[in-house]
């Protein structure tokens, strides 16, 4: 049984483009979330996606956007990129109602802004 | 959810035993304490969670204080590759799966 898997693994990208990042989560799982980890910081929780839609969102600016797919699988999209964005990228899933121990993280994306 | 304090850094000799303290004085009744560990460039891992009773499973043991205001996870036999950020997470059930809110965890360096 796979874990939750990300692509891509590494990125770079220029100030002002766009990227999108992919996540699909365990089997089973039907709820999507994103979190940005700075260097040396702890992951901040950027928003969670169930049945399709935003269930919940952090403290990021609306250049931050996703998607969840019919198949539960998710995209995480930054607009117009600032050198701030440079962190690493993590999906976790879970099944919604289930308790915090039960989220998934995957190995993340780093995303390098230059 | 409420406020967690964790020292920023720790040392441990191999085979020894690790604890890690956590403070959540403003804890609610209604809200778990959750560890998780990140190795590093990897996602985080869950370790173990408890309400109020001390919990240990193959990984680790949780010792929560009785006024639960403070909590310890002990690595009964810390080897090389329990390096890694350990973050100690308060937060109540609510019935649906929402975001965990991490700080800056305690980093763990074990040694030969």
């Known amino acids: 049984d796979a874990g939750v898997t990300q692509s891509p693994t590494h990125l770079i990208k220029t100030r002002g483009q766009q990227v999108t990042l992919r996540c699909s989560p365990k089997s089973g799982h039907d709820t999507v979330s994103w979190y940005q980890q700075a260097l040396g910081q702890g992951p901040q929780f950027i928003f969670q996606y169930y049945e399709e839609e935003e269930r919940q969102r952090g403290n990021f600016p609306d250049r931050f956007s996703g998607h969840q797919f019919p198949n539960y699988s998710s995209e995480l999209n930054v607009n117009a990129l600032l050198l701030g964005d440079s962190a690493l990228y993590l999906c976790a899933s879970t099944e919604q109602g289930k308790l915090a121990y039960e989220q998934y993280f995957g190995p993340g994306t780093r995303l390098t802004v230059t | 959810d409420a406020k967690t304090t964790q020292p920023p850094s720790m040392d441990c000799a191999e085979g020894r035993a690790a604890n890690l303290p956590c403070n959540h004085s403003t804890i609610s009744g209604n809200e778990y304490v959750y560890w998780y560990r990140q190795i590093h460039s990897q996602g985080p891992q869950y370790i173990i969670h408890g309400l109020k009773n001390n919990e240990t499973n193959e990984m680790a043991s949780l010792i929560i204080t009785e006024d639960r205001k403070s909590s310890t996870l002990i690595l009964p036999h810390a080897t090389l590759r329990d390096t890694a950020v350990y973050y100690c997470?308060?937060?109540?059930?609510?019935?649906?799966?929402?975001?965990?809110?991490f700080g800056t965890g305690t980093r763990l360096q074990v040694t030969l």
């Open positions: 997470i308060v937060r109540a059930f609510t019935g649906t799966a929402s975001k965990l809110t």
